[in-house]
């Protein structure tokens, strides 16, 4: 997933991950955290499109994988 820079500058950020889990859970929509290629920190996301979080952590080592590391402008 691609992270413009506006909108990181926007978004809530969480440090850790189970910070970001346990904001997502006491949400009244449901929101899906995801690792931050800007700020290397947490965001939520609204957009799920039905994907669990199976898929999440799938994104989530590719961006430990470091391709999509700097590549958001
Ligand atoms: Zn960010």
Same mark, same amino acid.
């Given at each position: 997933?691609? #992270?413009?820079? $506006?909108?990181?500058?926007?978004?809530?950020? /969480?440090?850790?991950?189970?910070?970001?889990?346990?904001?997502?859970?006491?949400?009244?929509? #449901?929101?899906?955290?995801?690792?931050?290629?800007?700020? %290397?920190? /947490?965001?939520?996301? $609204?957009? #799920?499109?039905?994907?669990?979080?199976? %898929?999440?952590?799938?994104?989530?080592?590719?961006?430990?994988? $470091?391709?999509?590391?700097? #590549?958001?402008?």
């Amino acid at each position: 997933m691609r #992270t413009r820079f $506006g909108i990181c500058q926007r978004k809530r950020r /969480y440090a850790a991950e189970a910070e970001a889990l346990q904001a997502a859970a006491k949400a009244a929509v #449901t929101l899906r955290p995801y690792r931050c290629a800007l700020c %290397r920190q /947490y965001h939520l996301t $609204g957009r #799920t499109k039905g994907l669990r979080v199976p %898929r999440f952590v799938l994104e989530r080592k590719k961006d430990e994988d $470091g391709r999509e590391d700097f #590549t958001a402008s």
